[in-house]
């Protein structure tokens, strides 16, 4: 196998044979900074700016063509992940003892991240159309602003390294990963955590794009280490995995122009942590997959690898799904993990059950034309439903049932932390697919686009919830495997990849809620 297939394997499989380092524990007191930081650097702040227009209902619709601003740059920016408020709140997550304090405060965001570490960066490459003077500035989360990084029109470096349809702009943004923002918590189980997270965010970029009417196509192809060396990365620490082009008002491509020389950005970040510590096989799947193909692949190759349709049985209709008529805007503030507030005592709507299904099953086209994953979901506290095990048919809006009998027991059983009761929440959505079959199909490269989707899947069910009023909370930590026979998948290539926890919270929990916006 290769080293991505390896590495998908031991993934699935951790649960039961763990994964090297075994042991490892996390130094707290030596983990990076949230935030870069670049000594010296000029900081540019973006305006303030109203919220981007559109609800949740129209940004899970078709794409927009409308062009991008300073102004929506800067509100996308903001709202999804610029640090939007302050909470505080009994729950049960162990971070709860350090978040009154202010080094340990918990800041939300609109985005989800794993652990709450949000290892991305946000670069923008921007040329002579755009209200900067052409150069390449990193956002600062905590500023809301951007850094100064390089001066001067590099955007035909940018233009280079892409396909030729992404290619007619001169504004761009480039998603990076810093490993170790990560990995100084999960070691080797980074990659498959943070590739989830570019998903969460582009899935984020694209509903508020939809929902606004503006053009927005990331794209997951292209010449990763020459974009690495124009931003001054060393790829073993941190790479580029997204470019977004951006449709800009009067932007002048200019095709006909070369590149020339190499630039790199000189200025280099303070790193707090005494140690970083690299692991191998983060390294060993990051490798293969940058010298893999940068051809697209087409949307035939793409469809042999989707996940297997739901198979016919006993089926259950679902009523029409509950409108999604919130702003986006606001299901992005409202947007937090439940933590263990999950009651029973209210039953879940299948009004609402069927729009959470129906917003994951949507968002598994926002990254790409295919859809490369599906959904099941296990049945807790469902108003007028059988508790059991479910496959969701999306063009048909109805339940299938795998195995109708109590699913509590199991679903504690299978996680592995100890933040949720799952015998509380109303239902645990499964994201499916298949990403051996991807990888197979398109090369090592498409490990990243599966995950991806997952992610924008993740984050549609989240604003769904936030936008019906619904506790949601995702996790990884859960025994694959289990899950996969509980759901009874054959297909070997086949795999439950993350969990969501939804249903009503406890009412009257005190929390406290500052917002910065």
Not at 57 to 63: D, F, I, K, M
Request: hydrophobic share 40%; glycine share 10%.
């Amino acid at each position: 196998m290769t080293a991505v297939d390896t590495y998908i394997d031991a993934i699935v499989r951790r649960a039961r044979e763990p994964m090297e380092p075994r042991g490892f524990e996390p130094d707290w007191g030596d983990q990076p900074r949230r935030h870069k930081y670049y000594p010296g650097a000029v900081r540019l702040p973006l305006p303030p700016s109203s919220p981007l227009p559109g609800d949740l209902g129209q940004g899970l619709g078709s794409e927009g063509e409308g062009e991008w601003t300073l102004p929506r740059l800067s509100s996308l920016l903001r709202d999804s992940y610029g640090l939007t408020g302050r909470r505080l709140a009994v729950h049960g997550n162990p971070d709860l003892r350090g978040m009154p304090w202010f080094p340990s405060a918990t800041w939300s965001r609109g985005v989800a991240s794993g652990g709450g570490l949000y290892p991305l960066e946000v670069y923008w490459v921007s040329g002579p159309s755009g209200p900067l003077p052409p150069g390449i500035h990193n956002y600062s989360t905590s500023h809301h602003s951007m850094q100064r990084l390089l001066a001067g029109d590099v955007t035909p470096h940018v233009r280079a390294a892409l396909p030729r349809d992404a290619q007619d702009t001169d504004q761009y943004l480039l998603i990076s990963v810093k490993f170790w923002k990560n990995s100084f918590k999960y070691n080797s189980f980074c990659y498959h955590a943070v590739t989830m997270d570019v998903g969460t965010l582009l899935g984020t970029w694209s509903i508020a794009a939809r929902a606004a009417g503006l053009s927005l196509k990331p794209r997951f192809w292209f010449d990763e280490p020459a974009l690495n060396e124009l931003l001054g990365l060393d790829s073993g620490d941190e790479s580029v995995l997204a470019v977004v082009p951006l449709s800009w008002p009067g932007s002048d491509p200019r095709p006909a122009a070369e590149p020339v020389g190499r630039p790199t950005v000189k200025i280099t970040e303070s790193e707090r942590s005494r140690e970083v510590v690299r692991f191998s096989q983060v390294l060993d799947v990051h490798r293969e997959i940058l010298g893999s193909s940068r051809e697209e692949p087409d949307e035939a190759g793409l469809a042999k690898a989707r996940a297997l349709p739901a198979p016919a049985a006993t089926s259950r209709r679902l009523p029409p799904p509950a409108p999604l008529d919130v702003p986006v805007t606001t299901t992005l503030r409202e947007r937090r993990s439940g933590f263990g507030r999950f009651s029973a005592e209210r039953p879940l709507a299948q009004r609402d059950l069927s729009a959470i299904l129906t917003a994951a099953g949507d968002a598994s086209t926002l990254l790409n034309d295919t859809g490369l994953t599906r959904v099941s979901v296990f049945a807790n506290h469902v108003a007028d439903l059988p508790a059991g095990s479910y496959d969701f048919a999306m063009g048909e809006g109805e339940l299938r049932s795998v195995q109708e009998h109590s699913v509590a027991e199991f679903l504690q059983r299978n996680y592995f932390l100890n933040n949720y009761n799952l015998e509380q929440c109303a239902a645990v959505v499964t994201v499916v697919a298949r990403p051996a079959a991807v990888t197979g199909v398109v090369g090592p490269r498409g490990y990243r686009l599966v995950n991806a989707e997952v992610g924008a899947v993740t984050q549609s069910v989240y604003l769904a919830c936030a936008a019906l009023g619904v506790g949601c909370g995702a996790a990884l930590g859960f025994d694959n495997v289990s899950y996969r026979e509980e759901l009874r998948i054959t297909d070997e290539t086949e795999w439950p990849l993350l969990i969501l926890m939804i249903g009503h919270e406890r009412g009257g929990q005190p929390e406290f809620v500052y917002r910065n916006v």
